[in-house]
C-alpha cells in the first residue's frame, strides 16, 4: 500500500510519519502531484496559519489537485480545516470540499473563560462513520483557536465552550480536527481504520 503525505511546508508531517509506522506501514512524504494522485491513502497534515498555508498550496498547484482526488483522504487539524469552504483566519478561502465555514473560538461572557486556544485533551463524542470503528467515545489531543461549526458532514464532535465538529466526512474525504497521531490508542485505531479503508 502506497500512502503519502502531503508534504507542503506547513505540516506536523514525521509524527504522523512514526505514527504510521508503528502501525507497520511506511508513508512517503511528497508534494509531487503525480505521486499524491497515484497513492492508494493520502494525509493531508497543517499546523500554522490558514492563509500562508493555503497560499503554500496555491504556489505548488495542490490546490487544484486535492479537491480531485479518488482515494480516501484524511486532513489533520489545519488540513481538515483548509478543506472546507472557508476560514475565519486571515479570512481564507478553502478547498471547498467540505461544505461549512471556519471560525474562531469565542468567548461569549466573561463567566465561560474558555481559554483559547484549546490545547490539550477533549472528548470526542456522537461517532459515526468507518473511521471509528472499534473507536468508543474518548479523549484525543487538540491544539486550535478555530473550528468547523456542526453541519451535515460532521461524524464527531467535541465541546468547548460550544459543540463543534471535531471530525468531517465526504465521500472519501476524511477530516479530523484533532492529531490522531497525537492521541495514543485512540488516534492509532482511528488511524489503522484509515489505512484499512
Known amino acids: ?3 503519502v503525505i502531503i ?3 506547513a505540516g506536523n508531517i514525521q509524527s504522523i510519519k512514526f505514527a504510521i509506522k508503528r502501525l507497520g506501514y511506511d508513508a512517503v512524504l511528497s508534494h509531487d502531484m503525480a505521486e499524491i494522485q497515484n497513492a492508494d491513502k493520502v494525509i493531508f497534515p497543517g499546523v500554522g496559519e490558514a492563509s500562508s498555508a493555503m497560499q503554500k498550496l496555491r504556489d505548488s498547484g495542490l490546490d487544484a489537485i486535492i479537491p ?3 482515494q480516501p483522504v484524511l486532513g489533520i487539524c489545519l488540513g481538515m480545516q483548509l478543506m472546507c469552504h472557508s ?4 479570512n481564507t478561502a478553502g478547498l471547498g470540499i467540505f461544505d ?3 471560525v ?4 461569549r461572557t466573561p463567566k465561560e473563560g474558555i481559554k483559547i486556544p484549546q490545547i490539550g485533551w477533549n472528548r470526542i ?3 459515526h462513520s468507518e473511521l471509528f470503528q472499534n473507536v468508543k467515545e474518548d479523549f484525543v489531543y487538540l491544539v486550535h483557536s478555530y473550528y468547523a461549526p456542526i453541519c451535515e458532514e460532521t461524524i464527531a464532535t467535541c465541546s468547548y465552550g460550544i459543540n463543534y465538529s471535531a471530525a468531517l466526512q465526504k465521500d472519501n474525504f476524511y477530516g479530523t480536527q484533532f ?3 497525537k492521541s495514543s490508542e485512540v488516534g492509532e485505531q482511528i488511524l489503522k481504520n484509515f489505512l484499512n479503508m
Open 7 to 9: 508534504n507542503y511546508g
Open 1 to 3: 500500500m502506497k500512502i
Open 104 to 107: 474562531k473560538f469565542r468567548s
Open 100 to 102: 461549512v465555514d471556519v
Open 68 to 70: 480531485t482526488l479518488k
Open 87 to 90: 476560514s475565519e483566519e486571515g
Open 179 to 181: 492529531h490522531p497521531e
Open 125 to 127: 463524542e456522537n461517532l
